[in-house]
């Protein structure tokens, strides 16, 4: 009953019934009357104005109100401009009517999410191209030395980062990775980019431009964010490699003539962390030989998971290295262990920017 | 995704100290919940110490490090001290490659910590 009460049908229901008790008390009061002038028609009048009466009930109660819903709902089928139906009914119109309003309030919102969404994707697309700029597209050529390395973002911005700068007899390559991934690592490895790339035109060597770039980007990060980096000079010169850690993972070197891959703890600490890292880093030489290599790597090939949940982990990567140790080229090297890797996690989303580095001393 | 439970101890005798006591792993996945947890114990904080026990964490990674950093600014932010203890070798290894070490008091064992609060 309760849904009688707020139904359309009971607004009609009572209008007719008064409509068919005043019809019954003019009938009988009046029948003498229709009698004399209708000439024996009286009936027929009376059935006729109880027509118009229940037919005026119905365009009133049911079809104006309903095509007040229907115009509006017409409106937004055929995408034309529509408006919000005010109504205090309760009744089916009254449900309709809210519910044509909200519905619409609920697609104008979308609308106004998918724009703003579109305005930042195509803002992402601008940061990527501005990142991926930065990066080497093209592996320079190094006396002594060759060199092949890529990056790959998890999202459109990625914390991972590489560069290569040849600046007064010095070589610089450094491979970064900031805390996390996507904008907020973004916006810090273009800062850390900068930085490098700055302090290596003004020092002459990796513990210099490592101190001063932390004592810079602390400044300007916030504590939970910092940058892990491993900066490699190659002096062109005396033909040595030097490394400067920042609390990076390890550095992989495949000593040809031994036959064996060293997995070297880059040491340090990461950049951000502390506003003084003098005391804390130093810069080392890496003794190299003719033929052997150098591979630096992100956490993000090491904690790659496969489909089963198990890691890329290291033990796997400097087998894969010492596997394909006999490759003629940095280039070589890199795409086996990039295959190597691919077949390892198999169709698994990437979770994290992956960044590798192969260098081959000649 | 990985899992974390955090287990928060205090020493009804002892108003030095409060160990917090890590289950599972402190990865991207989980650091909201522990963010939330943490850092709620650490708005009215006022022992002179706080102990994380990681005997059962089995795996962290770049992100749940820049965790321990920033709960750990917070407390030196309010003359306070982290503790680290328990680490197991892989966890061990990915703080100290990132330099973490140089940064806190690490034990191996939880009473070992607790013991370095009575220095």
Partial sequence: MD???????????????????????????????????????????????????AFAVFVFIIHLPL???????????????????????????????????EVTKNMERLSLDMEEGRRMSKELSVGSDIQKKILPTQMPQIPGLLIHGSTRPASEVGGDSFDIN?????????????TGHGLPAGLIM??????????????????DIIVNTNRILKQRIEPRRFMTCVLLRWNLQDQKMY????????????????????????????????????????????????????????????????????????ERLK????????????????????????????????????TLIALKKL | MGLLTLKFTTDVRDNDYEVVEFYGELDQSTIGNAEKMVFELL????????????????????????????????????????????????VAEVLEAMGVPKLFHVFSKINEAISFTKQ
């Fill in chain 2, 43 to 90: 708005e009215k904080y006022d022992r002179k110490f706080l102990i994380f026990d990681f005997t059962n964490l089995t795996f962290t990674n770049s992100e749940g490090i820049g965790f321990i950093v920033d709960v750990n600014t917070k407390l030196v932010d309010k003359k306070k001290q982290l503790i680290l203890c328990g680490l197991r070798p892989n």
């Fill in chain 1, 190 to 207: 273009v800062m850390v980019n900068t930085l490098i790339r700055t302090f290596s035109e003004v020092y002459q060597n990796g513990y």
């Fill in chain 1, 243 to 314: 490394y400067t850690g920042a609390g990076h993972e390890h550095i992989m070197i495949f000593h040809k003539k031994q036959g064996v891959c060293e997995v070297k703890q880059s040491g340090g600490i990461a950049l951000g962390m502390v506003p003084d890292i003098s005391k804390i880093i130093k810069e080392e030489q890496i003794p190299l030989e003719s033929g052997d290599f150098v591979i630096l790597y992100s956490d993000g090939i090491t904690e790659a998971k496969n489909m089963q949940g198990e890691m890329f982990g290291i």
């Fill in chain 1, 3 to 53: 849904f009688f009460r707020r139904s359309i049908a009971k607004k009609a229901f009572i209008t007719l019934f008064i409509g068919f008790l005043i019809f019954s008390v003019l009938k009988y009061l009046g029948r003498d009357y229709i009698d004399a002038n209708f000439n024996g028609y009286g009936d027929f009048v009376l059935y006729f104005l109880l027509f118009v009466f």
């Fill in chain 1, 166 to 178: 040849d600046v007064n007899g010095n070589v610089y390559v450094y491979i970064g990775d900031v």
């Fill in chain 1, 319 to 354: 087998n894969t290295i010492s596997q394909y140790s006999n490759a003629n080229t940095p280039e070589e090297l890199f795409v086996n262990i990039s295959k190597e890797f691919g077949n390892f996690v198999g169709q698994q989303i990437q979770a994290d920017d992956i």
């Fill in chain 1, 67 to 101: 095509s007040k819903v229907f115009i509006q709902m017409k409106a937004l089928l055929t995408s034309r401009p529509y408006k919000k139906i005010f109504t205090q009914r309760v009744d089916e119109v009254g449900v309709l009517a809210h519910f044509f309003n």
